[in-house]
Structures are given as C-alpha cells and as structure tokens.
C-alpha cells in the first residue's frame, strides 16, 4: 500500500526516517489500524515541526487517512470515514496551493474511494471527472489510476442497482487491465470476475459466460481450485449456466472441478466428500437423483472414517433423495440412521436432532404410522424441554 505511495512522489526509505511514521507503517501492514492512526498522527505533528518538504506531508496524510478507513471498513465506525475524509481534505488543499499534480490526483482518488465506501454515487464521479482531467494534463500517464477508478465506481453502480451503467465501467476497467498488464494476469482476471457477475445480475448470461470462464482458468492457475477466487467465479458461472437454462453446462463444470480435485495428489479425503456432498445437492436440486446417489454414497463412505455432524448430514441427505423419489421407508431408514448421528453429538447438536425427529414425525404421518409418529412427538417434547432448561439454567 504506502510502497505505491513512495514510488508516485520518488521517495526512498532513507528519506521517510521518521520513527513515528515507521513504526505506523509497520503497524497498518500488519493490519493494526488503530495502533497506525496513533502513530502517524504523531508523525504529522513532527513533520510539521520539522517543516519537511510538501510532497512528505502529503503522503503522511494520505496514510492516515488510509488507516482511518480501513478501521472503517472493519468497524463501520462511520466517525473514522468522516476523518479520513477531513485528512484528505487537508491533503487536497496543501497539493492544490503548491500545484503537485500528481499527488493531488493520487489525493482525489483516494477522496473519490471514500465517497464510495459511503454510498454517494454522484460525488463518487465528480471526483473521478477531475481526477481523469487532472492526469490528463501529466506528462507521464498511468492507465492504471484510471482503469481501478472505474472499477470502484462500477461496483458502487451495481450496489444500487443500477446494473446498465455497472457493466460499462467494469467493462471500461477490465479492458485496461488487460491491455496493460495482459490476458492472464491475476488482476486482469479479478476484473473480469466482477464484470461476470454484473453481466448476469443484468441477466447477460452469454457475456457472463464469457467473461467467468477467462477468470476462473487464471484463478485456478494462480491460487488454486478451492482459493476463494475460483470458488466464487465457479458460483457464478454454474448459477449463470443454470438461470440460462444450461445444465448439463453446470453439471460439466462442476464435475471438471471435482475431477481436477481427485488428481490432485495428497488430497484430504474429507476436503472430497465434501466436494461430492454438495455437488451431490445441486444434482438432487435438478433432479439428477443417479448421480446424486452415486456420490452421496461415497461421501457418506468417507464420512464414516470420523463419524459426527458430516455424517449426520450424509445420511440425511440421502433420506431427502429417496423422499423426494418417493421410496419414503428407505427415507425413513437413512434418517434413522442419520439420528444415532447426532445422539452421539447431542450436546452439540440438540437442534439438529429436534429436526431429524420432527422430519421423521411428518414422513410417518404421511405412511399413516400415527404410533410410530407419536412415539417420536413425545421424544421431541422431552428434548425441547431440556434444552429450554439448560439455557435458563
């Protein structure tokens, strides 16, 4: 973060000596934001005695101003935003009154952020306008400001829905993106994720398509099949690929994923079941009873190695599937089996059970088993009070 800082006004470590604003760097790069606040607020009290050149107290003040929102966005302190701001504000006058273009871009993006994180749309783009007049002017011009200028403001138009003019600037960003740093960059590919889901918030599933199947190959590549990254951008395209009415698109990819996880040697076993569990729902969800079962019953097998709520849930799962298949006393057997599951884990999962047994309830019901239903009913009756009497006492 302050490293981009540096390098915009062409200071090196040995000019920025301050011990108080070393360490407040050294405290927000390990996200003690508060501890940063303190330490580079004191560093602008010496920076002002000191009377250092204009360009460091700039910087100094973009700093603190970054740390104050960052205890915003984790604290959602609004008061810390409104400082952020009142700092860049000082910072945006002391570049305006000595005609340091550069920094005083650098200042108005960081304003225009700010306008972002509080929702005012039109402020927002105010101050891209003039930020995008001011680099205009410079000698040297940087693409980069600008494409993360409209990425932010795209995602601020998406938030309020206004989904049309969301598209076109992260369409605008992540063309720049890829035109500066390429096709397969990792940044490049953040962008086009985001351009993928506002395509299909609009309902543009072909372009989000598009768009979800360049990003997720170079999120794969960089972090990895289960990084965060990858698992949003294969959330996205197989909903896309289901709401266009492509499943068996869906179902490919899914299974292309849980493909590449199997090869992947050293592999938790567990990490898999899991893996087959919920692909294993979305196919129940399309009625692919076949292949839901097929994998269920391998989940579950791994399951069986460490018992507990995985478990419980394997064989209530398959329950669900026989009863949505009709075949209600096989339904009725998993669920049984799924209960002995969570009696081993009762202190736990009291809510879990009170569950299983009231599903049971119902499904007896439905065969006309109104004693074995009965039975149940009163077991639910004698739960439900122990567990109001361990909360109470």
């Known amino acids: 973060m302050f490293g981009n800082l540096r390098s915009l ?20 790069e390990e996200s003690d934001y508060a501890g940063a606040e303190l330490h580079l607020t004191q560093a602008i009290v010496e920076s002002e005695r000191r009377q250092e050149t204009v360009d460091q107290r700039i910087l100094l003040r973009l700093e603190l101003a970054e740390a104050l929102r960052k205890q915003f966005l984790t604290g959602q302190d609004s008061r810390k935003l409104k400082q952020s701001e009142e700092t860049l504000r000082g910072a945006y006058e002391m570049a305006s009154r000595t005609g340091q273009r550069e920094l005083l ?102 372009q989000a398509q598009r768009c979800l199947w360049r990003a997720i190959r170079v999120h794969e590549k960089e972090y990895g099949l289960d990084s965060p990254e990858a698992a949003a951008d294969l959330q996205t395209l197989t909903a896309s690929l289901e709401a266009s009415g492509d499943i068996d698109a869906a179902a490919s990819q899914l299974e292309r994923v849980l493909g590449l996880k199997l090869r992947l040697v050293g592999v ?104 074995d239903a009965n039975f149940l009913r009163d077991q639910v009756s004698a739960l439900t009070r122990a567990a109001h009497w361990a909360e109470a006492g």
């Open 9 to 28: 006004i062409g200071l090196s470590g040995n000019q920025l000596h301050g011990a108080e604003r070393k360490e407040g760097e050294r405290l927000f």
């Open 105 to 206: 871009a650098q200042v108005l993006d960081a304003m225009m952020t700010i306008a972002v994180d509080a929702g005012k749309a039109d402020e927002a783009e105010l101050l891209a306008r003039e930020a995008g007049a001011l680099e205009a002017k410079l000698k040297r011009r940087d693409p980069m400001p600008a494409a993360r200028r409209m990425h932010r403001l795209g995602l601020l138009r998406q938030q309020r829905g206004e989904l049309r003019e969301a598209v076109q600037l992260l369409a605008e960003s992540a063309a720049i993106h890829e035109q500066a740093l390429g096709a397969n960059h990792a940044a490049t590919a953040h962008r086009l994720s985001d351009l993928g889901a506002a395509h299909h918030a609009l309902g543009n599933h072909a």
């Open 268 to 371: 938790d076993l567990d990490t898999i079941a899991d893996a087959q569990w919920e692909l294993a729902t979305r196919y129940m969800g399309w009625r692919r009873y076949s292949r839901a079962r097929e994998l269920l019953m391998e989940a579950v097998g791994t399951f069986k190695r460490t018992g507990g709520a995985r478990l419980a849930k394997g064989y209530e799962a398959l329950g669900q599937l026989e009863e949505d298949t009709g075949h209600y006393h096989e339904a009725l057997r998993e669920l049984a089996r799924a209960a002995k599951v969570w009696e081993s884990v009762k202190s736990e999962h009291v809510e879990d059970l009170i569950g299983n047994l009231k599903h049971r309830v119902f499904v007896f019901d439905l065969l006309r088993q109104h004693k």
